[in-house]
C-alpha cells in the first residue's frame, strides 16, 4: 500500500532553517509529481511546493518563494523540503502528497515551529 512518511521537522527560531524528507514506498516514485503541503491552526490546508517526476520543474506558493526548495531523489523514493530564512507564519504541519489515479494519498505530517 502507499505509504508516506515525513520527517526532520521540529522547533526553529526565525531566520533558521530545517530541510523536510518525505520516504515514500508502495508506489512506483519516479513516476508521479510529488507536493508538500502545511496546515496552520485554525486555517485551511495549502499547498506550499510541488516537483514534476523527473525533478525539472518546480512550483511554489508566492509566500515561500526563493526560501524553499523542494528536490527529489528518485534512487531513494524521497522528496524533500528545504526551508530557509524561517518567519513566524510559516508554523504549521507539513505534509507531503501524491496522487495516484485520482486518489490523494498523504502522509501523517511533520511539525514545523518557527518561534524565538
Known amino acids: 500500500q502507499v505509504q508516506l512518511v515525513e520527517s526532520g521537522g521540529g522547533l526553529v527560531q526565525p531566520g533558521g532553517s530545517l530541510r523536510l524528507s518525505c520516504a515514500a514506498s508502495?508506489?512506483?516514485?519516479?513516476?508521479?509529481?510529488m507536493s508538500w503541503y502545511r496546515q496552520a491552526p485554525g486555517k485551511e490546508r495549502e499547498l506550499v511546493a510541488s516537483?514534476?517526476?523527473?525533478?525539472?520543474?518546480?512550483n511554489y506558493t508566492d509566500s515561500v518563494k526563493d526560501r524553499f526548495t523542494i528536490s527529489r531523489d528518485n534512487a531513494k523514493n524521497t522528496v524533500y523540503l528545504q526551508m530557509n530564512s524561517l518567519k513566524l507564519d510559516d508554523t504549521a504541519m507539513y505534509y507531503c502528497?501524491?496522487?495516484?489515479?485520482?486518489?490523494?494519498?498523504w502522509g501523517q505530517g511533520t511539525q514545523v515551529t518557527v518561534s524565538s
Open positions: 508502495g508506489f512506483t516514485f519516479s513516476v508521479h509529481a
Open positions: 516537483i514534476t517526476r523527473t525533478g525539472s520543474s518546480t
Open positions: 502528497r501524491v496522487r495516484i489515479w485520482a486518489n490523494d494519498y
